[in-house]
């Protein structure tokens, strides 16, 4: 079992990116992407303050039918975007999580 954390990496176009991935390594939560490593790390600080507050996910429905969420700043920019669900619980289980394991993960930079 993996531990929650923050993957900060490159894209294959040189711009930065993160991943937070749940204890199973699932990728739960991935951010736009950032001309540079600074900026990235602020994306990642912004995930772990807003991440606690319910009023900050917008809780969405895909063109396919599945279910999503933002995570969004207190500007209201989105700062991440999750996965699709098959199921709105699902969904908001996602949410309960990043709520729960977000604050605290540690970050795993491989750029």
Do not use: H, W
């Amino acid at each position: 079992m993996q531990n929650p954390k923050f993957t900060k990496f490159k894209d294959v176009n040189y711009q930065y990116r993160f991943n937070l991935k749940a204890v199973n390594g699932e990728i739960i939560l991935k951010s736009e992407a950032y001309t540079t490593s600074a900026n990235c790390d602020n994306g990642i600080t912004s995930v772990r303050i807003n991440a606690p507050y319910d009023i900050r996910y917008a809780r969405l429905t895909a063109v396919n039918n599945q279910y999503y969420f933002n995570l969004l700043a207190a500007n209201g920019l989105v700062i991440g975007t999750s996965e699709t669900y098959t199921s709105a619980y699902n969904r908001d289980l996602g949410i309960e999580t990043v709520k729960r394991i977000a604050p605290t993960a540690p970050v795993e930079d491989i750029s």
